[in-house]
């Protein structure tokens, strides 16, 4: 099962709220699956895949006194699946469920936007974000990347998704796409707070571990970067300084240098991969490492000078002159 399921599984058995939270919760589930379907019985009508939110909506319906009718169709192509299909009937005894859910006026006039006081209250926008995560919803595994996304078939469904979120201080980006309007989130904190805001508790820890796990596993692998980059720098300088300090033996020999530069060329050449840190405490007396540092800034100077009298000799041909 994938994450966004599990998700959506746990927030499908949350107790019910309040009344007015389960009109919202209903609107939006409708809002983004519902279709109205005109007949001898006008119905409310919203299809899902998932197991766990048709039986939300059939218990949701029942809850607010609606009676709801569940239908299950099996399709082998292009792969197999089942469709669940909910139809609750819009007219019981001269009252319309489109008024109370908030899509029509009381003249039953088909309105943009949801009646504001649907979403008037902090607890029915979370209801509301909810049953818009259980209809269109999708969030991928935190282990992968952060990713939240609300799909829906208006733009009025998306604007008053992203006021709902506003409120509760998140900014998700919106953009259009052949099937509709999307509302997405990208950012890590972003997710886990919409996931606190729909209930979904147990989601929440899951993301905040794999947050913690991956923090862990870019700071070690930023310390073995660093690691491995001072490593490669120290046996670079290590080798170069080999080399200057066999140049200054084909050159003249080490006994040019002074008895405490000597001991330090000697210990380079045995130990050519070593840090300067770990060369100064091999000298007697030991060296701190910047001590270590303008010894060997002294070799480079002495072999610079062997380098530019052998360079005179090969110039004149003599070496009196």
Same mark, same amino acid.
């Given at each position: 099962m994938s994450f966004s399921m599990q998700v959506k599984g746990e927030v499908a058995r949350l107790p019910f709220e309040l009344q007015c939270c389960r009109w919202a919760e209903l609107a939006a589930l409708a809002r983004v699956l519902g279709v109205v379907r005109l007949g001898k019985?006008?119905?409310?009508?919203?299809?899902?895949?998932?197991?766990?939110?048709?039986?939300?909506?059939?218990?949701?319906?029942?809850?607010?006194?609606?009676?709801?009718?569940?239908?299950?169709n099996r399709y082998s192509r292009p792969r197999r699946r089942r469709l669940f299909t909910v139809q609750i009937p819009l007219v019981k005894q001269q009252h319309y469920l489109l008024q109370d859910l908030g899509f029509v006026d009381r003249d039953q006039v088909l309105m943009d936007t949801l009646d504001p006081n649907i979403?008037?209250?902090?607890?029915?926008?979370?209801?509301? !974000?909810? +049953?818009?995560?259980?209809? *269109?919803?999708?969030?991928?595994?935190?282990n992968n990347a952060y990713h939240l996304e609300l799909s829906f078939k208006t733009p009025a469904g998306a604007r008053e998704a992203v006021k709902a979120l506003a409120s509760f201080g998140v900014k998700p980006n919106t953009r259009e796409h052949r099937d509709g309007y999307e509302v997405y989130l990208k950012e890590a904190d972003q997710v886990v707070e919409f996931l606190r805001i729909i209930g979904a508790n147990q989601a929440v820890?899951?993301?905040?571990?794999?947050?913690?796990?991956?923090?862990?596993?870019n700071q070690v692998n930023r310390l073995v970067n660093c690691e491995t980059a001072n490593l490669e720098k120290s046996v670079e300088a290590g080798l170069k300084q080999v080399a200057v300090i066999e140049e200054i033996?084909? !050159?003249? +020999?080490?006994?040019?240098? *002074?008895?405490?530069?000597?001991?330090?060329?000697e210990l380079r050449l045995l130990y050519p991969e070593a840090s300067l840190a770990d060369l100064g405490k091999l000298l007697t007396p030991s060296l701190s490492k910047s001590g270590v540092y303008h010894r060997f800034r002294e070799i480079s100077r002495i072999a610079d000078q062997l380098r530019k009298k052998q360079s005179m000799v090969k110039r004149d041909g003599s070496p009196n002159n």
């Open positions: 019985q006008k119905m409310l009508v919203m299809e899902t895949e998932a197991a766990v939110v048709a039986r939300r909506i059939f218990l949701l319906s029942k809850k607010l006194g609606w009676s709801s009718l569940i239908t299950i979403l008037e209250k902090n607890c029915c926008r979370k209801a509301f !974000l909810r +049953g818009c995560f259980l209809g *269109s919803g999708f969030v991928g595994n935190p820890l899951q993301v905040e571990n794999c947050r913690v796990l991956k923090d862990m596993r033996q084909s !050159l003249a +020999g080490l006994g040019v240098l *002074s008895p405490a530069l000597r001991e330090l060329a």
